[in-house]
């Protein structure tokens, strides 16, 4: 996924801020999670901006189970208007044997890999959260590109729980009417 992206380049690009959060410092925990009911589109509801995502909007990622037990990882947006042409980029993740199916090891390009976690997943499959070990960055996907400020906010807060500075996360604008609105990243990617 083109979130991963930034795994390896952040640190050498960007100095990200001291997490104030009380909990930084305690490792993310793993959740195992069903393959195959993973598998299938999820819209970007929110994440930590950086280089790689910064003024995407309308943007999703599409999983798809291949024959030889990886998966395709297809990121796919709109540069900072929605009547852009959508870019698409394509990874190849494989699944950390152990691991529940909710680590993946993310090709970015050979011999290059970054390490992506699944955090939680409610039970109905409409909502995950990935992480990073560092907490550094983080994303929030859904089913559907739109979702109540109510399912959002305990998103957020479960990310809080887990020791994320939320102060850094900013939505995704998944429909023209959210640009500009209070807590949703610029279409400039000025944030």
């Not at 540069?79 to 698409?88: H, Q, V």
Request: with cysteine; hydrophobic share 35%.
């Amino acid at each position: 996924m083109l979130a991963c992206l930034a795994a390896v380049t952040a640190s050498a690009c960007t100095q990200t801020p001291p997490n104030p959060n009380p909990r930084a410092n305690v490792p993310l925990q793993t959740v195992p999670i069903d393959l195959p009911r993973y598998m299938g589109r999820w819209y970007i509801i929110a994440h930590i901006p950086y280089f790689a995502e910064r003024g995407f909007v309308g943007s999703y990622a599409q999983w798809s189970l291949r024959s030889d037990g990886k998966i395709d990882d297809r990121f796919v947006g709109h540069k900072k208007r929605f009547d852009t042409p959508p870019a698409e980029y394509h990874f190849v993740d494989t699944i950390v044997p152990g691991s529940g199916n909710a680590q993946w090891r993310v090709r970015l390009f050979w011999p290059i890999y970054v390490t992506q976690l699944t955090v939680y997943v409610d039970p109905d499959y409409r909502y995950t959260i990935l992480g990073y070990p560092d907490k550094s960055l983080g994303w929030i996907f859904a089913r559907s590109p739109e979702i109540s400020d109510d399912v959002y906010r305990s998103l957020l807060a479960r990310m809080d729980a887990m020791g994320y500075d939320t102060s850094r996360v900013r939505r995704v604008p998944q429909l023209p009417s959210q640009v500009g609105r209070p807590g949703f990243e610029s279409p400039g990617g000025n944030d």
